[in-house]
Protein backbone atom coordinates (compact mmCIF):
# COMPACT_ATOMS: atom_id res chain seq x y z
CA UNK A 1 0.00 0.00 0.00
CA UNK A 2 2.99 2.40 0.71
CA UNK A 3 3.95 2.45 -2.92
CA UNK A 4 0.52 3.33 -4.12
CA UNK A 5 0.46 6.27 -1.85
CA UNK A 6 3.94 7.64 -3.17
CA UNK A 7 2.58 7.03 -6.98
CA UNK A 8 -0.63 9.02 -6.07
CA UNK A 9 1.54 11.36 -4.45
CA UNK A 10 3.92 11.26 -7.36
CA UNK A 11 0.63 11.68 -9.78
CA UNK A 12 -0.50 14.81 -7.98
CA UNK A 13 2.78 17.01 -7.47
CA UNK A 14 4.34 16.27 -10.88
CA UNK A 15 1.66 18.05 -12.95
CA UNK A 16 2.08 20.93 -10.44
CA UNK A 17 5.73 21.20 -11.13
CA UNK A 18 5.69 21.16 -14.66
CA UNK A 19 3.15 24.27 -14.54
CA UNK A 20 5.00 26.21 -12.12
CA UNK A 21 8.44 25.32 -13.98
CA UNK A 22 6.66 26.70 -17.25
CA UNK A 23 5.70 30.10 -15.53
CA UNK A 24 8.67 30.26 -13.83
CA UNK A 25 10.37 30.00 -17.56
CA UNK A 26 7.46 32.46 -19.07
CA UNK A 27 8.37 35.20 -16.39
CA UNK A 28 12.30 34.82 -16.64
CA UNK A 29 12.05 35.39 -20.37
CA UNK A 30 13.19 39.49 -20.62
CA UNK A 31 10.74 41.54 -22.33
CA UNK A 32 12.37 43.51 -25.08
CA UNK A 33 10.33 47.21 -26.47
CA UNK A 34 12.66 48.37 -29.29
CA UNK A 35 11.31 51.95 -30.13
CA UNK A 36 7.55 52.91 -30.95
CA UNK A 37 7.08 54.61 -34.80
CA UNK A 38 8.37 58.24 -34.96
CA UNK A 39 10.29 57.88 -31.93
CA UNK A 40 14.07 59.64 -32.64
CA UNK A 41 17.34 58.89 -30.96
CA UNK A 42 20.05 60.97 -31.09
CA UNK A 43 23.53 58.39 -31.68
CA UNK A 44 27.07 58.49 -31.05
CA UNK A 45 27.47 62.23 -30.15
CA UNK A 46 29.95 63.83 -27.58
CA UNK A 47 26.32 64.83 -25.62
CA UNK A 48 22.82 64.05 -25.41
CA UNK A 49 22.00 66.52 -27.77
CA UNK A 50 23.54 66.12 -30.65
CA UNK A 51 24.54 63.10 -33.08
CA UNK A 52 23.49 60.82 -35.93
CA UNK A 53 20.01 61.08 -36.43
CA UNK A 54 18.20 57.86 -35.94
CA UNK A 55 14.25 57.36 -36.56
CA UNK A 56 11.78 54.50 -35.54
CA UNK A 57 9.82 53.09 -38.30
CA UNK A 58 7.83 49.74 -37.40
CA UNK A 59 9.79 48.69 -34.34
CA UNK A 60 13.42 49.15 -35.83
CA UNK A 61 15.81 52.02 -35.77
CA UNK A 62 17.15 53.47 -38.72
CA UNK A 63 19.02 56.67 -39.65
CA UNK A 64 18.05 59.68 -42.23
CA UNK A 65 19.65 60.70 -45.31
CA UNK A 66 21.05 63.58 -45.51
CA UNK A 67 20.19 64.61 -49.19
CA UNK A 68 18.21 68.11 -48.58
CA UNK A 69 18.84 67.82 -45.05
CA UNK A 70 19.08 71.47 -43.58
CA UNK A 71 18.57 73.69 -40.38
CA UNK A 72 14.88 74.00 -40.80
CA UNK A 73 14.76 70.07 -40.31
CA UNK A 74 18.02 69.52 -37.42
CA UNK A 75 15.37 72.30 -35.13
CA UNK A 76 12.42 70.06 -35.94
CA UNK A 77 14.59 66.94 -34.26
CA UNK A 78 16.08 69.38 -31.19
CA UNK A 79 12.30 70.32 -30.48
CA UNK A 80 10.86 66.75 -30.85
CA UNK A 81 13.90 65.81 -28.38
CA UNK A 82 13.49 68.59 -25.97
CA UNK A 83 16.20 70.44 -26.63
CA UNK A 84 14.35 73.52 -27.94
CA UNK A 85 14.11 75.30 -31.44
CA UNK A 86 17.49 75.29 -32.92
CA UNK A 87 20.05 72.83 -34.17
CA UNK A 88 22.78 72.77 -36.58
CA UNK A 89 22.23 70.37 -39.48
CA UNK A 90 25.40 67.63 -40.05
CA UNK A 91 26.17 65.62 -42.76
CA UNK A 92 28.00 62.80 -44.55
CA UNK A 93 27.98 60.79 -41.22
CA UNK A 94 29.42 63.00 -39.27
CA UNK A 95 28.66 61.32 -36.41
CA UNK A 96 29.79 58.41 -37.60
CA UNK A 97 28.15 55.81 -40.44
CA UNK A 98 25.08 53.78 -39.17
CA UNK A 99 24.36 50.33 -39.90
CA UNK A 100 20.84 48.69 -40.77
CA UNK A 101 17.96 49.98 -42.61
CA UNK A 102 18.05 53.71 -44.01
CA UNK A 103 14.12 55.10 -43.25
CA UNK A 104 14.27 58.38 -44.27
CA UNK A 105 15.13 60.51 -47.41
CA UNK A 106 15.21 64.19 -48.78
CA UNK A 107 13.11 65.20 -45.66
CA UNK A 108 11.64 68.77 -45.90
CA UNK A 109 10.33 70.26 -42.72
CA UNK A 110 8.50 74.06 -42.75
CA UNK A 111 10.17 73.97 -39.65
CA UNK A 112 7.37 74.52 -37.37
CA UNK A 113 6.48 70.54 -36.79
CA UNK A 114 6.74 68.12 -33.61
CA UNK A 115 7.56 64.97 -35.48
CA UNK A 116 9.82 64.40 -38.26
CA UNK A 117 8.34 61.32 -39.53
CA UNK A 118 4.65 62.49 -39.19
CA UNK A 119 4.71 66.29 -39.66
CA UNK A 120 7.61 66.59 -42.46
CA UNK A 121 7.68 65.29 -46.44
CA UNK A 122 10.02 63.06 -46.71
CA UNK A 123 10.70 59.72 -49.01
CA UNK A 124 11.56 56.71 -47.82
CA UNK A 125 12.95 55.02 -50.98
CA UNK A 126 16.66 56.15 -50.84
CA UNK A 127 19.42 55.97 -53.35
CA UNK A 128 22.29 56.68 -50.55
CA UNK A 129 24.11 54.81 -48.30
CA UNK A 130 25.61 55.45 -44.91
CA UNK A 131 28.07 57.57 -45.75
CA UNK A 132 25.14 60.32 -45.99
CA UNK A 133 23.90 59.89 -42.62
CA UNK A 134 22.45 62.69 -40.87
CA UNK A 135 23.07 64.14 -37.58
CA UNK A 136 21.94 67.25 -35.55
CA UNK A 137 24.07 69.65 -33.05
CA UNK A 138 20.70 71.29 -31.19
CA UNK A 139 21.48 74.64 -29.33
Not at 39 to 56: F, P
Not at 88 to 110: E, K, M, P, R
Request: aromatic letters at 6%; charged letters at 10%.
Amino acid sequence: MEVDVHLFQLLLIAPVTVLLLAIKESIAQPLFVTCITGSLRLVNGSHDWEGRVEVCVSGSWGTVCDNNWDSTDAAVVCRQLGWGTNGTALSNAYFGQGNGSIHLDSVQCLGTEHNLLTNCTHSTTHNCGHSKDAGVACY
